[in-house]
Nanobody, 125 residues
Framework: QVQLVESGGGLVQPGGSLRISCATS????????AGWFRQAPGEDREFVAA????????YYAESVKGRFTISRDGAASTISLEMKSLKIDDTAVYYC??????????????????WGQGTQVTVSS
């Protein structure tokens, strides 16, 4: 069973930056697509960003494009999400996910098999 562990969440002021990361018990994400999703209270889980680890092709939700950057380290053991110009609406629990979705489903939570427990990101003054 693949386990994913997120780290780096916290409290940040509007306009600030935060970096969250995800590690896998498999020691590498190679062969997977890794994604970040978020869920605010009372809302559905929504897609934020994803990266096809082998090709490093990335996908972003329109709401975060230009502000968030998803990346992998050289060994593909860690997936990170760099978040800048944070807004109050970015407040949510952020979940790391891994799977092998087809291209058209890279933004769909159902396409991911493995999930972390989530890390809270709170944007507040």
């Amino acid at each position: 069973q693949v386990q994913l562990v997120e780290s780096g969440g916290g409290l940040v002021q509007p306009g600030g930056s935060l970096r969250i990361s995800c590690a896998t018990s498999e020691r590498t994400f190679r062969g997977y697509t890794a994604g970040w999703f978020r869920q605010a209270p009372g809302e559905d889980r929504e897609f934020v960003a994803a990266i096809r680890v082998n090709s490093q092709h990335t996908y972003y939700a329109e709401s975060v494009k230009g502000r968030f950057t998803i990346s992998r380290d050289g060994a593909a053991s860690t997936i990170s999400l760099e978040m800048k110009s944070l807004k109050i609406d970015d407040t949510a629990v952020y979940y790391c996910a891994a799977g092998r979705p087809i291209l058209s489903e890279a933004r769909a939570p159902r396409a991911y098999n493995y999930w972390g427990q989530g890390t809270q990101v709170t944007v507040s003054s």
